[in-house]
């Protein structure tokens, strides 16, 4: 399981350094895309091939935005010897990531999230709200 929050930094060559709990996770190569939210999705193989049987398994016409938001988006980046990804300049524009990260777990896979948007959404949760969908759910 890929858990935790991390704060770390991007450089000013788009790398930043993945946890190294977290790399255990990962692996040496990681797929990077638009997260729903104003993210950046970290997969490890495993979790990237589970996640692309099930877009795949959508209808075609019913999901086609989806996947090309998706698809449009997917960067395969080898972790370095350090600990190090890159960033590319697209998806840190999608997700605004300047120079402050939080990184974090969720589940089969990691979040990169600005510091401070990462930090307002956490602000603005309602958990209220969260703890009724949990119940609704079935937890």
């Not at 638009?34 to 993210?39: F, R, Y």
């Not at 698809?71 to 990804?85: F, N």
Request: aromatic letters at 10%; one cysteine or more; a negative charge.
């Amino acid at each position: 399981m890929i858990l935790g929050e991390y704060k770390h930094s991007i450089d000013g060559k788009s790398r930043m350094f993945l946890p190294a709990k977290l790399r255990e996770e990962l692996g040496d190569v990681v797929y990077l895309v638009k997260g729903i939210d104003p993210c950046i999705s970290v997969y490890p193989l495993k979790s990237w091939t589970a996640f692309m049987e099930k877009l795949d398994s959508l209808p075609q016409i019913e999901a086609r935005e989806i996947r090309r938001f998706i698809y449009s988006s997917v960067v395969e980046t080898p972790i370095d010897s350090q600990g190090r990804i890159l960033v590319p300049q697209q998806l840190r524009d999608y997700a605004h990531l300047e120079k402050n990260v939080k990184v974090i777990g969720a589940g089969d896979y990691a979040e990169i999230w600005d510091d401070a948007v990462f930090s307002a959404k956490i602000d603005s949760l309602d958990n209220e709200a969260m703890i009724s969908k949990l119940v609704e759910l079935g937890f």
